[in-house]
Nanobody, 124 residues
């Protein structure tokens, strides 16, 4: 069982930056692929980015490529999402997720554990 707790959301300005963190319980964090998803009001939850177990591989949605960076610190059981050059359309509830296995996970169905979500609001 893995429990995930996101933090770092809040209000940002267009062009600014925010950093989200996701702390995971458990001693086997390093064998879980991690991902970030987001859900804007009235829209379905969508993939943002993913990272494999050892942090050596990452993948980004086109909408955030070049602006967002995912990273992880397995010693701290934490995954991060650095969000730069924020846009109003980045406004959403952001969720971190954990999926068993070392490889990248892109589809929501591949993730077994989810955090409660953290709100990110970007003003223009």
């Amino acid at each position: 069982q893995v429990q995930l707790v996101e933090s770092g959301g809040g209000l940002g300005q267009a062009g600014g930056s925010l950093r989200l963190s996701c702390a995971a319980s458990g001693r086997t964090f390093r064998i879980y692929a991690m991902g970030w998803f987001r859900q804007a009001p009235g829209k379905e939850r969508e993939f943002v980015t993913a990272i494999n177990g050892n942090g050596g591989s990452t993948y980004y949605a086109d909408s955030v490529k070049g602006r967002f960076t995912i990273s992880r610190d397995n010693a701290k059981n934490t995954v991060y999402l650095q969000m730069n050059s924020l846009k109003p359309e980045d406004t959403a509830v952001y969720y971190c997720a954990a999926g068993p296995g070392m490889g990248l996970r892109i589809n929501q169905d591949e993730y077994s554990y989810w955090g409660q979500g953290t709100q990110v609001t970007v003003s223009s």
